[in-house]
């Protein structure tokens, strides 16, 4: 008697239970009808005009009946902005199969409102002053040597019908050797700026080095909403128009925009900021992946850039490589995410210099062996062990 009654009461349950889950996934598509509007193109556009022609809007200052006040304002862009920042939000919570994605394409491919978001958080981050400032000549035929110049000659070069120099060229490229002087003059100049603490102090943007915790609210709206378009757009834009055609950036603004996240994820890690940030600190992080991937393809940044936030606070290597690897062991098992000082080697590496890097994943094999012998296990050659030979000068063996 007593397992019938318990059959039913959990049947019952999962009526119940079944019953909410069917209300709940109504009412989320029903929201989602509602709110269909919000990720059409015509309606951004008509809030862009309203914030253009300073048209008045009535905003309720208190939603209690009784004290409720109007108050009459101008319509501005970063009231557009923060609308569109907690759009995301709720898109992400009402519709978990694809996110924000709906919204993320109609403003990534939206004329002009990416562009528009960037120039506020300009102003945001560098000043008005900033915003107008220029780079310093030789960044920017550091940076022209590297990028549009260099996909240019090498279009003209395809072009050519000099065939034997053609096939000289690719057989240069598979052995891993070079006649381009272009090419060692930038690798020259790159190792010389890394070296220069003026490029090294250019490129730390002061506003940025408190992280996530030294930023207001509306900054923090305005970042986040930007990463996730432009992270978003970054995906499908090609090299022709980030270098060439320079859409929707300019390669001195790409350097800008890549400056700022590196400060400001850097410093993010190494205070810690808790998992109340987390969503701002995952978008700027994948952004600033993207950009430093792209980098790394086909360079538009000085080395400076990339080492700048890390250039004094730099925790020692064998520090690093330890705290690594307690974090790591303490996370197993763990899903909390929380950026923690340690993420930045997983997470920035490129903070470090590649020498640096190298020394710490010898202090990480180190770590290794020593974590064995404390287990009984041997280290050295041995009947387990495997001999690998490298040979850098050989393609293949």
């Given at each position: 008697m007593l397992h019938c009654i318990d059959d039913r009461a959990t049947n019952n349950t999962s009526i119940t239970e079944e019953a909410d889950t069917n209300d709940s996934c109504r009412t989320k598509t029903l929201f989602m009808?509602?709110?269909?509007?919000i990720y059409q193109q015509?309606?951004?556009?008509?809030?862009?005009?309203?914030?253009?022609?300073?048209?008045?809007?009535?905003?309720?200052?208190?939603?209690?009946?009784?004290?409720?006040?109007?108050?009459?304002?101008?319509?501005?862009?970063?009231?557009?902005?923060?609308?569109?920042?907690?759009?995301?939000?709720?898109?992400?919570?009402?519709?978990?199969?694809?996110?924000?994605?709906?919204?993320?394409?109609?403003?990534?491919?939206t004329p002009g409102f990416l562009v528009d978001l960037w120039g506020t958080l300009e102003i945001s981050i560098f000043g008005q002053t900033g915003q107008k400032s220029q780079e310093p000549e030789h960044v920017k035929q550091l940076a022209g040597s590297s990028s549009g110049e260099q996909i240019s000659s090498t279009r003209q070069r395809r072009n050519t019908k000099d065939t034997p120099k053609k096939w000289a060229n690719v057989l240069h490229k598979i052995t891993g050797k070079s006649n381009d002087a272009d090419d060692t003059n930038l690798s020259d100049s790159l190792t010389s700026e890394n070296?220069?603490?003026?490029?090294?102090?250019?490129?730390?943007?002061?506003t940025m080095r408190q992280g996530s915790e030294g930023i207001g609210k509306d900054v923090m709206h305005m970042l986040h909403l930007f990463c996730a378009i432009y992270g978003h757009l970054l995906l499908v834009l090609d090299d022709i128009e980030f270098y060439e055609k320079q859409i929707p950036f300019t390669l001195e603004q790409q350097r800008k925009i890549a400056s700022a996240l590196n400060t400001f994820v850097y410093n993010s890690f190494l205070q810690n900021s808790g998992s109340g940030n987390k969503p701002l600190i995952d978008v700027t992080v994948r952004c600033l992946n993207l950009l430093y991937e792209r980098d790394s393809r086909h360079r538009f940044c000085p080395s400076s850039l990339w080492l700048s936030p890390a250039r004094t606070g730099?925790?020692?290597?064998?520090?690093?490589?330890?705290a690594h690897e307690a974090a790591f062991a303490s996370l197993v098992g763990t899903t909390s995410g929380i950026p923690t000082r340690s993420s930045v080697l997983t997470t920035v590496p490129h903070v470090y210099p590649f020498e640096e890097r190298v020394q710490m994943f010898r202090e990480?094999?180190?770590?290794?062996?020593?974590?064995?012998?404390?287990?009984?296990?041997?280290?050295?050659?041995?009947?387990g062990s495997i001999e690998i030979v490298i040979r850098r000068v050989n393609v293949a063996s």
């Amino acid at each position: 008697m007593l397992h019938c009654i318990d059959d039913r009461a959990t049947n019952n349950t999962s009526i119940t239970e079944e019953a909410d889950t069917n209300d709940s996934c109504r009412t989320k598509t029903l929201f989602m009808d509602l709110l269909k509007p919000i990720y059409q193109q015509w309606h951004l556009r008509k809030l862009l005009i309203l914030a253009k022609e300073d048209v008045p809007c009535d905003r309720e200052t208190n939603h209690d009946l009784d004290q409720r006040q109007v108050k009459r304002r101008s319509l501005k862009l970063t009231d557009i902005i923060c609308f569109y920042y907690y759009m995301l939000r709720i898109f992400s919570s009402l519709n978990p199969s694809i996110g924000p994605l709906p919204i993320l394409n109609m403003l990534s491919f939206t004329p002009g409102f990416l562009v528009d978001l960037w120039g506020t958080l300009e102003i945001s981050i560098f000043g008005q002053t900033g915003q107008k400032s220029q780079e310093p000549e030789h960044v920017k035929q550091l940076a022209g040597s590297s990028s549009g110049e260099q996909i240019s000659s090498t279009r003209q070069r395809r072009n050519t019908k000099d065939t034997p120099k053609k096939w000289a060229n690719v057989l240069h490229k598979i052995t891993g050797k070079s006649n381009d002087a272009d090419d060692t003059n930038l690798s020259d100049s790159l190792t010389s700026e890394n070296s220069n603490d003026d490029a090294l102090i250019l490129w730390d943007i002061e506003t940025m080095r408190q992280g996530s915790e030294g930023i207001g609210k509306d900054v923090m709206h305005m970042l986040h909403l930007f990463c996730a378009i432009y992270g978003h757009l970054l995906l499908v834009l090609d090299d022709i128009e980030f270098y060439e055609k320079q859409i929707p950036f300019t390669l001195e603004q790409q350097r800008k925009i890549a400056s700022a996240l590196n400060t400001f994820v850097y410093n993010s890690f190494l205070q810690n900021s808790g998992s109340g940030n987390k969503p701002l600190i995952d978008v700027t992080v994948r952004c600033l992946n993207l950009l430093y991937e792209r980098d790394s393809r086909h360079r538009f940044c000085p080395s400076s850039l990339w080492l700048s936030p890390a250039r004094t606070g730099r925790i020692p290597i064998a520090a690093a490589a330890r705290a690594h690897e307690a974090a790591f062991a303490s996370l197993v098992g763990t899903t909390s995410g929380i950026p923690t000082r340690s993420s930045v080697l997983t997470t920035v590496p490129h903070v470090y210099p590649f020498e640096e890097r190298v020394q710490m994943f010898r202090e990480f094999i180190e770590l290794d062996k020593a974590s064995r012998r404390a287990n009984g296990e041997v280290s050295g050659p041995g009947p387990g062990s495997i001999e690998i030979v490298i040979r850098r000068v050989n393609v293949a063996s």
